[in-house]
């Protein structure tokens, strides 16, 4: 298919995902009195708890020449097998509940391999669960839907192999229907086989996605079945289309289909009666095994449109009967909205200029590891959100369908990534080992899960890949590119390029949508050459720091600020491949067409401790032979010593979910109409009386008076391409440094930072006080020690006891420093800079009071109440 790239791409948007519990039937009145039995017929419920598991394979006899068991089974060759037997004794396995990452539970080690976070998640793992299906369920289809499995899987049921997916980041279905036994007693078995050298970060081991176990029909809605797009939006009406493809496993039939649409709130739930409906005017016929697609197209009037200030949805209720029966309910979630990537104004969202402020984002949850959990995930994105964060990437590999549904409701941009590479390694065992079988399927099954929700602008098809380089490699692009808009012409396609040359040697053609890594020198080349290709940069800055950290002198190098294993939290380094902000806020600016920037990153992420790792990839970064030769070099030295870091210094937020400086310095540019100003460093430096300490204030306001101890530092204005503020003169006396800024001659925000005294009490705060008796909802409760005077002690390093009450229990416990190598399901944690977190995971089905408690030696103990509600 010819690419959708010009200078202008226009999109016109709407959001499905498949209803995430037992479908609610609403239909039109024709078919009312029929629609709960409809929707008796398709469920869809959690499969996640009541497995057990065992790491490594368990023996027992089978092996791979049981041909019972190796029936299609794409494991090596001698593996025992005998956990896929129906009659295998799990009884001494572990009992857990889904998701679930077996490498978050450590040990950490010095002596694992590369640079993954020093956690073994690694190896053969075995989860097996018992189910019954009712009597009831003969005669309809049932299918396993796994979210996620980390990696290679394989699954038995009944002892039968019925099929598995290699892609630790793939969301796959299988059809049990023939293997199961209704009215009886079922057994499923996953093996999961994750080699070693297949990430480059920390990945995750387990099923660590959501898993279901979903009924329907013989004649029913196909998995990702339904369609929904908007081709024509003005403030009059939106021309709704909906392409629905139906599956039929009984005898030949005919088929109807009807859609009805409603208003969501700010809940997901529906609001009102139907606004539009639609039926299909004659039954198709629909043979036995055969799929059809049937089109509607419904118009509603005065549309609410989705945007990240006003995330409206609607939801589509798709009705599907055959002969006057109700054989299928699907409710449908979406959005209205339209978008455009313009070459010269960058990225049109409903027809106005929106630039986009994005981060990237890995998938792992910190303390929490891979294991996927909404409130996780909602707080990373609200603390984003109040940073001025407005979008997504989801680097580099397909996201949890939580994150998107997520996205869809708190109104952001995402760029959805499929891959890191394709036929060209980065690791010896990462996807270059798959991609020949199977990155069609791969790539299909991500746009066909995700192409409906609003939140999705852009679809990635690779970050920073070796075959960048090549002269052939950019047909290898376009043929990816071809894949995506086989399955969905109304987002353009683009990749993530770190190297000058893709944007002059083929690759700039064969994307709609140009993605540059690192380059905003390079913005203005690109345009010039190319003035109708649309250009965003898909990764930008890699500053990294710790937060608290100050190292001096301080120094303008961005190699330098480097001392301890930790990184200077002025905000000034970088590794040489990067920057500081302000070299790309300097490249925005200047050239106004660029869509945005996804800055590197987000949050810190297990794994890849830039400046500290010993990721030989970084090599790929480098094109000129002397600064390879130098970097070998330099690696080379580093693997000579234990690297004591576990995780990445990248992050605007650190990996307990603290804010570091950096915030601060984003916040600032992204959301100027905000009264805000940040100072630092901390005043807290009895070494450094007489001795100069720089101090940088970041602030929306367009120029500040700097004070220490009530005199006058002067008073300075940002120029054009000011993005801090600077007094690098300042001489340390202990007191009190307080910045007062202004916005147009008018006083706009102040800050200030005071010389703590010993440390003498601990403050918890938790970020929120109720929660959900679920099992699954979290509360994140924040220690802090202060002095006397309520100070923050901005160099404690305390240790901390924490101890709870009620039904709940301490599942993870974190500080933020990279160096900690401490078991994150300690109770017990060092204060890393004067903060440390608890995370406290309520009980299903248990509510009441629980009390956090915390403790340490000569600060007494302090405790917060959370509320656990059914």
Not at 147 to 160: L, P
Request: proline residues 6%; contains cysteine.
């Amino acid at each position: 298919m010819p690419p959708l790239r010009r200078s202008l791409v226009p999109i016109a948007l709407a959001c499905l995902t498949l209803c995430g519990a037992a479908a609610i039937a609403t239909a039109p009145a024709a078919v009312a009195a029929d629609a709960a039995a409809g929707a008796s017929v398709r469920e869809r419920s959690a499969f996640n708890a009541g497995w057990r598991f065992a790491k490594g394979d368990q023996a027992g006899g089978a092996s791979m020449n049981d041909a019972a068991l190796r029936s299609g089974a794409d494991v090596p060759a001698g593996a025992d097998l005998s956990a896929a037997r129906v009659d295998y004794d799990d009884g001494a396995w572990r009992k857990l509940d889904l998701p679930h990452d077996w490498g978050i539970e450590g040990p950490f080690r010095q002596e694992y391999p590369g640079d993954t976070g020093k956690l073994p998640w690694w190896g053969v793992g075995w989860y097996r669960k018992q189910f019954t299906l009712s009597a009831g369920d003969a005669g309809k289809r049932i299918y396993l839907d796994l979210d996620g499995a980390m990696s290679h899987a394989t699954v038995w049921v009944n002892g039968r192999h019925v099929g598995g997916w290699p892609y630790g980041y793939a969301s796959w279905r299988l059809d049990l229907t023939d293997v199961v036994k209704p009215g009886a007693a079922n057994v499923v078995a996953i093996r999961l086989d994750n080699p070693k050298d297949s990430s480059r970060w920390y990945p995750g081991g387990g099923i660590y996605r959501n898993v279901w176990l979903v009924k329907t029909a013989p004649l029913h809605v196909a998995q990702y079945g339904t369609f929904v797009s908007t081709p024509s939006v003005t403030p009059a009406a939106a021309t709704v289309d909906v392409q629905v493809t139906l599956e039929n496993h009984g005898a030949d039939d005919e088929v109807q289909v009807a859609t009805d649409v409603y208003l969501l709130d700010a809940a997901g739930r529906r609001s009102g009666a139907a606004l539009a409906h639609r039926d299909v005017s004659a039954p198709a016929k629909i043979g036995v095994g055969r799929q059809v697609q049937l089109t509607q197209a419904l118009t509603l009037a005065q549309p609410r449109l989705w945007s990240p200030s006003s995330p409206q949805r609607y939801v589509a209720v798709t009705t599907v009967t055959s002969r006057g029966r109700v054989t299928d309910v699907v409710e449908t979630p979406f959005g209205v909205r339209t978008i455009a990537f313009d070459a010269a104004r960058g990225f049109l969202l409903n027809g106005q200029r929106l630039p986009i402020q994005g981060v990237c984002q890995h998938h792992d949850l910190g303390a929490l590891g891979a294991a996927v959990n909404v409130r996780a995930l909602e707080r990373q994105l609200e603390i984003l959100r109040e940073m001025g964060v407005n979008a997504i990437r989801t680097s580099h590999n397909p996201p949890a369908p939580e994150l998107l549904d997520l996205a869809d409701r708190m109104g952001f941009l995402v760029l959805d990534e499929a891959f890191d590479t394709w036929r060209e390694q980065k690791t010896p065992n990462d996807y270059h080992t798959l991609f020949d079988a199977w990155h069609e399927k791969d790539l299909r099954a991500m746009i066909r899960r995700d192409r409906n929700h609003p939140s999705i602008v852009a679809w990635s098809i690779g970050n920073e890949i070796p075959e960048q380089g090549r002269s052939e490699g950019w047909k290898l692009a376009a043929r990816l590119a071809e894949i995506a808009h086989g399955e969905d012409r109304t987002r353009p396609v683009t990749a993530a390029y770190n190297h000058v040359a893709s944007g002059y040697n083929g690759f700039q053609n064969a994307v709609d949508l140009f993605g540059y890594n690192y380059k905003p020198g390079e913005y203005a080349k690109f345009h010039a050459s190319a003035p109708h290709i649309p250009l965003v940069g898909t990764e930008t800055a890699s500053t990294v720091s710790s937060r608290g950290e100050y190292f001096f002198p301080v120094s303008d190098d961005q190699s330098k600020g480097q001392a301890n294993f930790q990184v200077s939290s002025y905000d000034l380094s970088a590794p040489r491949w990067a920057m500081p902000p302000d070299v790309e806020f300097r490249g925005q600016d200047d050239n106004p067409f660029v869509a945005g920037e996804f800055v590197w990153t987000g949050f810190d992420y297990l794994g890849e401790p830039t400046p500290y790792n010993s990721d030989a990839t970084n090599l790929l970064n480098f094109t000129d032979p002397a600064q390879q030769g130098r970097m070998a070099r330099e690696l080379a030295d580093l693997k000579k010593i234990a690297v004591p870091s576990r995780s990445s210094y990248f992050g605007i937020v650190d990996l307990a979910g603290f804010r570091k400086d950096r915030f601060y310095l984003y916040q600032a540019r992204w959301r100027p109409d905000l009264p805000m100003a940040h100072l630092l460093p901390h005043w807290t430096w009895p070494e450094r009386v007489g001795q100069v300490t720089p101090v940088h204030l970041y602030t929306s306001g367009d120029e500040a008076e700097l004070f220490l101890n009530g005199k006058s530092l002067g008073r300075k204005r940002r120029g054009p391409r000011d993005y801090r503020l600077r007094w690098d003169d300042v001489v340390y006396q202990p007191g009190t440094l307080r910045a007062v800024s202004y916005k147009n001659g008018k006083p706009w925000a102040e800050d200030s930072v005071a010389t703590a005294g010993a440390p003498a009490r601990l403050t918890l705060a938790a970020d929120r006080a109720a929660l959900h008796a679920d099992g699954a909802d979290l509360a994140f409760v924040t220690v802090r020690i202060v002095d006397r005077q309520g100070r923050p002690a901005p160099r404690a390093s305390n240790r901390i006891r924490f101890s709870l009450s009620g039904p709940g229990r301490i599942v993870a416990t974190d500080n933020g420093d990279a160096t900690s190598f401490e078991s994150f399901q300690s109770p017990q944690r060092n204060a890393y800079n004067g903060m440390a977190l608890a995370i406290v995971r309520t009980r299903a089905g248990e509510d009441g009071r629980m009390v956090l408690t915390a403790s340490a030696e000569g600060l007494g103990s302090a405790q917060v109440v959370l509320d656990s509600q059914l």
